[in-house]
């Protein structure tokens, strides 16, 4: 019987000490996972979670809430910034059938349609627009203004409109500067699509830059020529009252 016994305690298998310490190894191993998931962990999706789950248990402060804080809420400002910027699928139709009209017109030299980190701009030459150093619309003017806003009155959820000169000095003149001729012309622009082609007024901001934001360099005739215009800019927030 004792010789038994003793066969059966030294037969095959893990010591207990082995065990033990393979045990401690798989949780070594566990919390570094779990240290490295934290490290790539979004910190305001987890604040939000942290704040949800204190208000569940009745530990939210009074009068504050997770809505309250739109960091939290909506992710980190880079994000907010990155969505701003993403274009609407809907608006990009829009564009693509803008620019396809305007080839089939012969307007696509005057007019441009382009995509770029703040979404759809529409460039309208001061050529067909405008006389020099005059913020009244020209007829042919009107006509493409009226046919854009067809295409966008309904389908964009708010316009940018501003206005742009060259370099040039002005020398006196109704409007002083290009400041106030870039201005001047960005609220007729503004004025017509509210009041002849209805568009919704709400949906519109006007602004002048003068010759601050030039598409090239202000070195030559044509250069200048490009860089005066009016932008459409299409919005994709409504604009904030």
Do not use: C
Not at 43 to 58: H, P
Not at 125 to 131: R, Y
Not at 141 to 162: C, H, N, Q, S, T
Not at 191 to 220: C, E
Request: charged residues 20%.
């Amino acid at each position: 019987m004792a010789r038994r016994k003793k066969k059966e305690e030294s037969s095959p298998g893990a010591p207990l000490w082995l065990v033990t310490y393979g045990d401690m190894v798989t949780l070594v191993l566990t919390f570094f996972v779990l240290l490295f998931s934290f490290s790539s962990i979004d910190v305001m999706k987890f604040e939000m979670m942290i704040l949800s789950f204190q208000g569940a248990l009745g530990f939210m402060p009074g009068g504050k809430s997770v809505q309250e804080n739109p960091a939290v809420f909506g992710g980190s400002i880079a994000d907010q910034a990155a969505e701003s910027t993403r274009v609407d699928p809907n608006i990009q139709e829009v564009a693509k059938n803008l620019r396809s009209y305007l080839q089939s017109e012969g307007l696509d030299k005057q007019v441009t349609v382009r995509m770029d980190q703040r979404g759809v701009t529409v460039s309208l030459s001061d050529q067909f627009l405008f006389s020099s150093g005059s913020a009244d619309l020209k007829p042919e003017g009107m006509r493409i203004l009226f046919k854009i806003a067809e295409f966008i009155r309904d389908a964009v959820p708010a316009i940018a409109v501003e206005g742009h000169t060259d370099s040039t000095p002005m020398r006196g003149g109704r409007y002083n500067d290009n400041w106030g001729l870039s201005s001047a012309r960005a609220a007729s622009v503004a004025s017509y699509l509210q009041y002849r082609a209805k568009f919704d007024p709400r949906k519109i901001q006007a602004v002048g830059y003068g010759p601050n934001q030039p598409l090239v360099p202000n070195d030559t005739p044509e250069h200048k020529a490009l860089n005066r215009r009016v932008d459409l800019v299409f919005l994709s927030r409504y604009p904030k009252q």
